[in-house]
């Protein structure tokens, strides 16, 4: 049974730090692309950041330079170190397989399996 969990969330206040992780099972996802996704209330989800099985990573330009993903394969974990944090970045965050047809920045409609996500709150 695939679960993932995602877990970290906060109140912070702008400036601050979170560092979100994720337990995956179930699901060999060592040999995928994981990713960090947000949505914001009333908004599509969003793909923020990617880290490859190799640990490569890539960034939308608003969290580039405060975000970093990574990942530890043999716990079956991934993380999002969040740094500065701003309003803007109030959000569910979620981890996943990166699907076929995400991309980096580019809004999509959420379908199939998601655990259950972590709210993240930045106050001004």
């Known amino acids: 049974q695939v679960q993932l969990v995602e877990s970290g969330g906060a109140l912070v206040q702008a400036g601050g730090s979170l560092r979100l992780s994720c337990a995956t099972s179930?699901?060999?996802?060592?040999?995928?692309?994981m990713g960090w996704y947000r949505q914001a209330p009333g908004k599509l989800r969003d793909l923020v950041a990617t880290?490859?099985?190799?640990?490569?990573?890539t960034y939308e330009d608003p969290v580039k330079g405060r975000f970093t993903a990574s990942r530890d394969n043999a716990k079956g974990m991934v993380y999002l170190q969040m740094n500065n944090l701003k309003p803007e970045d109030t959000a569910v965050y979620y981890c996943?397989?990166?699907?076929?047809?995400?991309?980096?920045?580019?809004?999509?409609?959420?379908?199939?399996?998601w655990g259950q996500g972590t709210q993240v709150t930045v106050s001004s």
């Open positions: 996943n397989a990166v699907g076929p047809n995400h991309r980096v920045g580019k809004p999509f409609y959420a379908v199939g399996y």
């Open positions: 179930g699901r060999i996802f060592s040999r995928e692309d």
């Open positions: 880290v490859s099985t190799s640990g490569d990573t």
